[in-house]
């Protein structure tokens, strides 16, 4: 059985002076040793020295490159279809050139997305029905900030599931301007009953996630036991957005048919159909996964991730790696796009973390 699961990181703080310090040692004790070009250790493909933290900003190798394939993923989903929608989850930190909020923000990046989102911005940072603390949330919020001036619309997802929690949490993204999904299980694998509509639900119709008011997350299907179950459940709801896979459990993929079933809320307004595709980790149980894959092999696949069982960390700057995920027919992308969905939402963005603290 196919299970989907949202997918989140814990790594140490790449942004701290003490963390940038020691990284600049290292660096400078590589230098001793190594000519300038690039950087070979215990078979890691990295990316050339010159891309690696120098001056104590963020790196402009491992954080660009997955800009860049955002971009690129952009780029080729509006060739075809000039208003696809494009929203990346999590590393929020891209939106500016040095990963801070005093930085420029990147205008090729900004011009490539059409809204960001971003997990446990009041709720699940640090566990499950656990408020955020509060200097995460205003850390967050900067960069979320940034894009909104860019008018890019931001979709919080916080994780918690006693009610009043969930009121804090639909309260306080409603006043930033920000719309956003209280989900009471991480496996996102289920409607809340809680509250009984949609925060703020209307019978608008939404062709434009600028128009959006609500969102619902679910990507796992697992509790449907069959297609016409999970189909049925949200045709009856009044989400503006609904977010899902690709494939049921089966591993069946959605037909066009199935994703225009979905594009009527159940009170008669228009809504959007996004679809999930992580692209900073490749995962065992898709389509494109080929017997004997193991870490190393092929070159691009790394290690696989201890938290989510089927997940691998992925050199997703790597061609062959990105030409699973778009540029033909046969790729991901175009699987998405082919099946009729408004637009793709890209998961583990923040996959520069990893590279940056395991070179």
């Not at 297609?227 to 069946?252: C, E, H, R």
Request: aromatic share 14%; with cysteine.
């Amino acid at each position: 059985m196919i299970t989907t699961f949202e997918k989140q990181d814990t790594n140490a703080d790449s942004s701290s002076p003490l963390y940038r310090s020691r990284l600049l040692l290292v660096i400078a004790a590589v230098l001793i040793v190594l000519p300038v070009g690039c950087v070979k250790s215990s078979g890691k493909n990295l990316l050339p020295l010159t891309l690696l933290w120098t001056d104590g900003t963020p790196d402009q190798g491992y954080r660009q490159a997955m800009r860049e394939f955002v971009q690129g993923i952009s780029s080729y989903a509006r060739g075809f279809d000039a208003g696809f929608i494009v929203i990346p989850q999590n590393g929020i930190e891209l939106v500016t050139d040095t990963g801070d909020t005093a930085g420029t923000p990147v205008a090729d990046y900004l011009d490539a997305i059409s809204g960001v989102g971003q997990e446990d911005l009041y709720y699940g940072y640090n566990g499950d029905n656990v408020a955020t603390p509060s200097d995460t949330s205003a850390y967050l919020k900067g960069f979320l900030d940034i894009t909104r001036t860019y008018e890019k619309k931001v979709l919080a997802i916080d994780y918690c599931s006693t009610t009043s929690f969930m009121d804090d949490s639909y309260s306080k993204n409603n006043a930033n301007g920000y719309i956003s999904f209280a989900a009471n299980h991480r496996g996102l694998d289920n409607i809340p009953a809680y509250p009984a509509v949609p925060y703020n639900v209307n019978a608008s119709n939404i062709t434009m996630l600028a128009d959006a008011q609500n969102f619902l997350y679910l990507i796992n299907p697992s509790a449907y036991d069959t297609k016409a179950n999970f189909l049925g459940a949200m045709q009856n709801t009044n989400y503006d957005v609904v977010l899902i896979d690709l494939f049921f459990n089966d591993g069946s993929q959605l037909s066009s048919a199935d994703v225009d079933s979905l594009k009527k809320k159940n009170n008669g307004g228009d809504r959007l159909v996004i679809c999930y595709m992580s692209i900073g980790e490749a995962e065992n149980y898709r389509y494109y996964w080929q017997p004997g894959w193991f870490p190393g092999n092929p070159p691009w696949l790394g290690a696989r991730n201890p938290s989510w069982p089927g997940n691998y960390k992925v050199r997703y700057w790597d061609p062959a790696w990105q030409a699973i995920i778009y540029g033909d027919d046969s790729s991901y992308l175009k699987k998405i796009m082919d099946a009729g969905f408004d637009g793709v939402y890209l998961d583990i963005i923040d996959a520069f973390d990893y590279w940056e603290n395991h070179w």
